[in-house]
C-alpha cells in the first residue's frame, strides 16, 4: 500500500486552494541502478472531488517530478467541504485520501 | 442477388454509422478519454499534439507561465499555469526537449480556477510549451527554461 498522500485545503474567500503532495517514485524508465534500467513507474491519472463533484482531473506522464505536488483552485467551497484526491499508477496501484476544507487566515 | 444487394448496402450504412460514432469518440475536448498512449508516447510536442488533436492553436498572451528563467536541479522544475481566457477547460504542458515532451493534460470543470502548480522534470534547456481549451479552440504560448543539471537519467 503506498504512503498516504498529504492533503491541504485552505480557504481564500470562497476559493479552495488546494494542495497535494503524493508518495511516488514516478520511474521514467531511463534511470539505472546497478547497470540495471529501472522500470518505468508512475502516475497516470489524478481526480479530485468536492464534496462527490469532480473538481479537477489530469493524465500526466512520467515527467512529473518524484513524489508529485500540484495545486489547483476550487470556487465556492466552504469550510468543512470534503476533497477527496485519487491517482492510480501504470501499475494499476491507486491511492485514496480525503481532506478537510479549513478556513483561511 | 437482390437480397444480397440489399445485406451488403445495411452492413455499409452500420459501417457508416460506426465511423461517426467514433470520430464523435475522437473529438478535441478529450473528454472521457482513456490515457492517450500514443500522445504520451510521441517523441515530439508536434506529434503529440496531434494525437490530441490540438491542431491550429493559436498564439495568446492571455495564458501566464511562472517558472524559472534558469534551474540550477532539472529534477525538480517548478511551473504555476493560469489560463485568462474565458471558459478554460483544460491546460496540456509539453517539455519540447523531454525524450517524451506530452507531460499532461489538467481538466477543469464549471467552477475550478484555470490554474494549475506542478513540478516536472527538465531533461535539458527547453521551451515549456502549453495549450489551453476554451470553446472548441485551442490557444497555445511557450517559456524557455535554461537547466544546469539535467533532471532525466540521473
Known amino acids: 500500500m503506498p504512503d498516504p498522500m498529504k492533503i491541504r485545503a485552505t480557504l481564500q474567500g470562497d476559493v479552495a486552494d488546494v494542495r497535494v503532495l503524493m508518495a511516488h517514485p514516478m520511474e521514467t524508465g531511463q534511470r539505472k541502478q546497478g547497470g540495471k534500467v529501472v522500470p518505468l513507474h508512475f502516475i497516470q491519472t489524478i481526480t479530485a472531488q468536492l464534496n462527490g463533484r469532480t473538481v479537477f482531473s489530469a493524465d500526466i506522464s512520467q515527467a512529473i517530478s518524484r513524489n508529485p505536488v500540484f495545486a489547483f483552485k476550487v470556487k465556492g467551497a466552504k469550510a468543512g467541504d470534503k476533497i477527496t484526491v485519487t491517482w492510480k499508477d501504470n501499475e494499476g496501484e491507486s491511492r485514496t485520501d480525503e481532506a478537510t476544507v479549513r478556513g483561511g487566515s | ?154
Not at chain 2, 452492413?11 to 461517426?20: D, N, P, S, T
Not at chain 2, 478519454?33 to 504520451?40: D, G, K, L, R, V
Not at chain 2, 511551473?79 to 517539455?95: E, H, K, L, P, Q
Not at chain 2, 515532451?101 to 513540478?119: A, K, N, S
Request: proline content about 5%; charged content about 20%.
Open chain 2, 1 to 154: 442477388m437482390q437480397q444480397t444487394r440489399r445485406s451488403v448496402i445495411k452492413a455499409g450504412g452500420a459501417l457508416g454509422l460506426l465511423a461517426v460514432l467514433g470520430s464523435a469518440l475522437l473529438r478535441p475536448g478529450r473528454a472521457l478519454a482513456a490515457w492517450n498512449t500514443s500522445a504520451f508516447g510521441a517523441k515530439s510536442a508536434v506529434d503529440a499534439m496531434k494525437a490530441l488533436g490540438m491542431t491550429n492553436a493559436e498564439d495568446s498572451k492571455d495564458i501566464a507561465i511562472r517558472a524559472p528563467d534558469i534551474a540550477e536541479n532539472g529534477a525538480v522544475v517548478p511551473i504555476d499555469i493560469t489560463s485568462n481566457i474565458a471558459g478554460t477547460r483544460s491546460i496540456s504542458v509539453f517539455i519540447e526537449k523531454n525524450p517524451f515532451p506530452y507531460t499532461g493534460t489538467f481538466d477543469f470543470p464549471e467552477g475550478t480556477v484555470p490554474y494549475v502548480h506542478l513540478r516536472a522534470k527538465l531533461g535539458k534547456s527547453t521551451p515549456v510549451r502549453v495549450v489551453a481549451a476554451a470553446g472548441g479552440k485551442f490557444y497555445t504560448t511557450a517559456k524557455e527554461v535554461k537547466v544546469t543539471i539535467g533532471g532525466c537519467g540521473g
